[in-house]
């Protein structure tokens, strides 16, 4: 088989989050082969048992290969699961800390996930409001600035309780952020995007899309509970 050119990120990796949809032709052990076989040094693939209607599984799937990613939700696909929703980004470092040590970069660019003890699980998209009366792209870069260094301060409350990955998508899917969330227990999520929307930088300028929400484990966990109940 021909194999396709390599495509990477410049900088950082690729992520794609998938959430799909159990059919009566999902195979359990296919299910899990495909998240072991896209899985490597380099890959990783986070598997989370989902709440609601929305959808019934979720993979996070990031590294630098962009066709290793690509493959993981054609094998899911092949193994009876449907997609219902996606989203596609890149790890980053955000422009409002350019002189970031490299020690605090590098967590941002090549994260290790899942974080040891956190199985509460949440996903949500993300964008700046563009609108006349509240257009976060009008305003200088000094006063973005520390609106969001207000907004990570509130953030940063809630050290060892929320692991917290954002990852950017501007130009690849329809908001500009992901924000990945983790977390020992279910209510410090809640807590934590309650308490920063009332930040300015959310408040005015915040912008959200669908949340999906569910509990992190190991693909084979994940697979038996949501797939045998």
Partial sequence: ?????????????????????????????????????????????????????????GFMALGPDLWRLRSLQS???????????????????????????????????????PPE????????????RREEQGNW??????????????HGKSGRNFRGRILQVVTGSTGVDDYEWGVTLFAEHLDDLKEVVYTMRYDEASAIYGEFGAFYTGLLDEVEIVAQQVLNG
């Fill in 1 to 57: 088989m021909t194999q396709p050119h390599y495509v990477s990120t410049s900088v950082g990796w690729g992520v794609l989050h998938l959430f799909c949809k159990v059919t009566d032709t999902t195979d359990e052990q296919r299910v899990i082969a495909a998240v072991k076989e896209v899985q490597d040094g380099d890959h990783q693939v986070l598997c989370v048992a989902l709440f609601g209607h929305k959808a019934d599984i």
């Fill in 75 to 113: 094998k899911l696909q092949q193994a009876g699961l449907v997609v219902a929703d996606s989203y596609v980004s890149m790890t980053e470092t955000s422009e409002y800390a350019p002189d970031l040590p490299e020690e605090m970069k590098m967590p941002r660019l090549h994260p290790e996930l």
């Fill in 117 to 128: 003890g956190k199985h509460a699980f949440c996903f949500y998209p993300m964008s700046k």
């Fill in 137 to 150: 792209y009008t305003l200088e870069y000094e006063t973005r600035r520390e609106l969001m260094y207000e």
